[in-house]
């Protein structure tokens, strides 16, 4: 694969690319384990419909209330609720275990220059609380959530913010996501990006191109030049 060159920064979705979403329903006891991978798919899956909708709608509510809004739905929906299985799903979603390349991958991106970011749709109360138990906090220069825009991705205000509080243009930057309507929207705004395809997804009909596939970040210190000049 030729390298990505000219880059400055790297900058990494949160949810699905440096957090296993799935593992708080992996951790949580109540769940009948025939049900765990339900849970979560259709979890997820409301999740993102939601943020897409509130955004349409201009009704934003930050990612927590969402979250557990689409908590709520899949829980009524498979029929398993608990007295306290929301409350134990919600604390868990706080504390996801990060992907298991991710510590090794952002140490040296560290090492060899690169500027290390994340931009979610993640609360900053959320993203500090995933941040903080996954002890990645030495390896990221920023924490950036949309929150601060009031609106969710793939709105291109969020790729904007982005680049405002690093500094960088968005030829500078390579954005890592494993989301395809991601990935394919942060090229369209005109970042580099490295598609993270963990989950084997099939490539959008949307605009952009992602330059790179890979099936972990691990790949992506090797697609990497050395970083440009800052100056």
Known sequence: ?????????????????????GSAAARCA??????????TNLWRDKQLQYTWLRSLQGRYADFWQVTGEALDFTLDSLGITTPTLRERLMDLYLTLSAF???????????????????LSNGSPAMLDAAVRGAGLRDQLDAVLSTDAVQVFKTHPRVYEYAL????MRAE???FQSSNAWDAFAASAYGMRVV??????????HLPGAPDH??????????????????G
């Open 172 to 174: 500078q930057v390579s």
């Open 30 to 39: 109540d769940i009948p384990e025939d049900k765990r991978a339900a849970l």
């Open 164 to 167: 405002q509080q690093l500094g």
């Open 213 to 230: 596939e890979v099936p972990s970040l691990a790949a992506l210190p090797a697609l990497l030049g050395p970083p440009a000049d800052l």
């Open 1 to 21: 694969m030729s390298q990505l060159t000219g880059i400055r920064a790297c900058i990494f979705d949160a949810y699905g690319t440096i957090f296993d979403f």
């Open 100 to 118: 298991p390349e991710v510590p090794d991958t952002l140490r040296r991106l560290k090492e060899a220059g690169f500027v290390t970011a994340i």
């Open 195 to 204: 598609w993270c395809n963990r989950y084997g997804q099939r490539r959008e």
